[in-house]
């Protein structure tokens, strides 16, 4: 806007009576165009092109790489697709950015020469419902523990953006399964016990139990240097001497980082499924490039990219893929029949919507090269056996993922001594599900959790872990 335009509207207010302030006007005119610029080169993928536009005020005190890791950061939450002013008070203004995925709140201060000397994103928490949402379900209330389940599941639809939820607990070895929501909004229609979900980073665990298989008939050792299956030279992979091993992997002290420093980069980036058409050749470049700032096996740090490349080493040991390797070694021997791999249009007819952390309707998975550390999918009926599989510890390979390491940590599994028994869990997380298992060997008892959706799943999982632990049903 130009200025004889401000006082020609200046004017108009005046016969009006409204009053207008220019001033004000003026400000709220540049600060709209840093971020219509910043919203742009966010989209586009431009980190760098942001901090071009910091004042020397906010430039002085954070670096521009550290501005790029925070930005990469928060790409999951998709492209900006809209956004309002939210406040503007003492030269600071604060917009809500509806994302694809997940919205934030962004926090902007100009100076009259477009720069920014404050720029922020922060989460946009969803307020809970003062009273649950009524949603179906198929619990028959009739037992105390029954009523106990609906009485933590029903809080749970505080959250106005919960969808399907459904529960398995396994007490003195006998099954409980409860169904809860909607498998697509709109629909009322319940989950079953056969519905598949994505079960994300519980992934890890399967592929642990592949390890230990490989281990168990002396196809590897735990402690075998990994480059020994590696085409190529890896000189990097390994510090003062001492290579990563196939343990390190397995315990997530591997140093690794979680992710390559590269992704997003390549063609095809969709930041939706950032592991998209980040092939092979992508993948063991980066691996080249990696640097270990610590001895191996120490130091932990939870790494996708680490597991990605343990299931990608067991394909070599077996000379098979993963998915064939999954339906051998455990799907088929455990009497699993709705735990997939790779997700086919036939699988998604079974599988619930997925839904992001706005209540938007979300894509599938499409890890790829990453499908190892999180692409398996299943439903809340073949997860309890897998879960009683873990209890019950029988099978070899599954008692050797449970042996503590490191950290608390056996093989994947996170398991921390409590008083009298074990607590062995992993939490898992996709774009548009969340799932839990928890198993407590000792106590013969343990729980499942899957939801179609992003919502915080804390309370909810320790108040069906509790139920399952308690001795007076």
């Not at 006007?25 to 071009?52: C, H, M, P, W």
């Not at 139990?209 to 002396?218: D, G, S, Y």
Request: glycine share 8%; hydrophobic share 35%.
């Amino acid at each position: 806007m130009n200025k004889s335009s401000l006082i020609i509207l200046t004017a108009v207010f005046a016969l009006t009576g409204i009053t207008f302030d220019s001033k004000a006007q003026t400000a709220r005119i540049l600060v709209d165009e840093v971020k219509d610029s910043i919203v742009t080169r966010y989209n586009r993928n431009d980190f760098r092109g942001i901090y071009k536009l910091a004042d020397t005020s906010f430039s002085h005190h954070i670096s521009e790489q550290k501005l790029v890791t925070f930005l990469s950061n928060n790409r999951n939450s998709g492209n900006i697709i809209k956004d309002t002013l939210l406040s503007a008070v003492n030269g600071k203004y604060v917009y809500l950015l509806e994302c694809q995925s997940r919205d934030l709140k962004l926090t902007l201060q100009v100076t009259p020469e477009k720069k920014f000397t404050d720029f922020g994103f922060s989460t946009v928490v969803q307020h809970l419902l003062e009273q649950p949402k009524q949603v179906r379900s198929s619990n028959p209330l009739r037992t105390p523990l029954d009523r106990a389940v609906d009485s933590v599941a029903r809080a749970y639809f505080r959250n106005p953006n919960s969808t399907a939820l459904s529960i398995g607990i396994i007490r003195n070895g006998k099954r409980y399964i409860y169904h809860y929501g909607e498998i697509k909004k709109g629909t009322d229609v319940l989950p079953t016990d056969a519905t598949v979900y994505e079960i994300g980073s519980i992934t890890k665990t399967f592929t642990a139990t592949l390890l230990a298989h490989a281990v168990i008939a002396h196809k590897v050792a735990m402690d075998d240097d990994i480059r020994k299956y590696l085409p190529g030279d890896y000189p990097n992979l390994s510090f003062n001497g001492s290579p990563v091993t196939f343990r390190d992997l397995a315990n997530h002290t591997s140093g690794l980082p979680e992710m390559p420093e590269d992704i997003g980069s390549q063609p095809g980036y969709d930041p939706l499924m950032p592991e998209l058409n980040y092939d092979a050749g992508h993948f063991y470049a980066a691996l080249h490039r990696v640097k270990l700032d610590t001895v191996p096996g120490f130091k932990f740090r939870y790494s996708n990219w680490g597991y990605a490349l343990l299931g990608h080493l067991l394909e070599k040991v077996y000379g098979q893929p993963y998915a064939v390797l999954l339906k051998k070694y455990i799907t088929v021997p455990f009497g699993m029949k709705d735990t997939w791999y790779t997700l086919t249009p036939a699988l998604k007819q079974k599988m619930a919507v997925p839904y992001s952390d706005n209540g938007r309707s979300n894509i599938y998975e499409q890890e790829g090269m990453f499908g190892p550390a999180g692409y398996i999918h299943s439903s809340i009926a073949d997860l309890l056996t897998y879960l009683s599989q873990q209890i019950s510890e029988t099978d070899a390979a599954v008692k050797l993922t449970h042996q503590p390491t490191a950290n608390n940590l056996g093989l994947a599994w996170g398991v921390a001594p409590r008083k009298g028994y074990r607590d062995i869990q992993h939490n898992g997380s996709t774009m548009g599900f969340n799932s839990h298992l928890s198993g407590f060997p000792e106590l013969n008892s343990g729980c499942v959790i899957l939801v179609n959706n992003r919502v915080n799943m804390g309370k909810l999982i320790a108040g069906i872990q509790e139920i399952a632990r308690r001795k007076d049903f």
